[in-house]
């Protein structure tokens, strides 16, 4: 069965340090996002591509983080520098089509766990 | 905005009994879809069940049905001989205008043989 592959699956940093979230979403699935997941709540998007190009950034605190999906299969999620409050789960989702009427269904990795001392 | 609202941080259920999850959601789209995803402990999210919002006969798979109440904006789980596997976190999200997905907090599931 086909998965959305996600590394690291653990990430220990420093504050102020760089990490660097990596996703490769199943073969032919046009759109990719990412979600943060604080422990206890649910996931929030942070930010969502359709192929190359982001559909939504708007949930991005693009002063320290940025994504790219630059061939539009494979994406990169960093964080520069960390802080604090960015330990969470990150998540990478991937749908086969954007469908305005929201009707996707979205398959998951197993996501990447950061903690930042 | 979108909202997605889960009121039930913890639920337990003896096992082969039934539990019912809660949701209630806002939208101002008219066509939209509904969903439940279950996340097991250190384990990836999954899909359990999806609502189309515009079909009136509620969906089911297998021992996961759902209640959906349109005009109260209410959109329950029920789970049936609940199984030892069960126990997970459950989500309920609403698909966004975008195609994204939008969630609620979560209710913990417990299930005691």
């Known amino acids: 069965e086909a998965e959305v592959a996600q590394s690291p699956r653990y990430k220990i940093t420093e504050k102020s340090q760089a990490v660097a979230f990596w996703c490769d979403p199943i073969?032919?699935?046009?759109?990719l996002y990412w979600y943060r997941q604080i422990l206890g709540q649910g996931p929030e998007l942070l930010v969502q591509?359709?192929?190359?190009?982001?559909?939504?950034d708007s949930q991005l605190p693009k002063d320290r983080f940025s994504a790219e999906r630059l061939k539009g299969v494979d994406s990169t999620l960093k964080i520069q520098p960390a802080e604090l409050g960015d330990s969470a789960m990150y998540l990478c989702?991937?749908?086969?089509?954007?469908?305005?009427?929201?009707?996707?269904?979205?398959?998951f990795g197993a996501g990447s766990r950061l903690t930042v001392l | 905005a979108q909202t997605v609202t889960q009121s039930q941080p913890e639920m337990s259920v003896q096992e082969a009994e039934t539990v019912t999850l809660s949701c209630t959601y806002d939208?101002?789209?008219?066509?939209?879809?509904l969903f439940w995803y279950k996340q097991p402990p250190s384990r990836q999210m999954i899909l359990v069940i999806r609502q189309e919002a515009y079909k009136q006969q509620n969906a089911t798979e297998n021992r996961f049905s759902v209640n959906f109440q349109k005009a109260a904006k209410s959109f329950s789980l029920k789970i049936s001989d609940s199984q030892l596997g069960d126990a997970a976190m459950y989500f309920c999200a609403l698909g966004g205008s975008q195609g994204n997905l939008i969630f609620g907090k979560g209710t913990k599931l417990s299930v005691k043989p």
């Open positions: 073969s032919g699935h046009a759109t």
């Open positions: 989702a991937s749908s086969l089509d954007l469908l305005g009427s929201g009707a996707n269904v979205l398959t």
């Open positions: 939208t101002s789209e008219s066509d939209y879809y």
């Open positions: 591509f359709q192929d190359e190009s982001v559909v939504d």
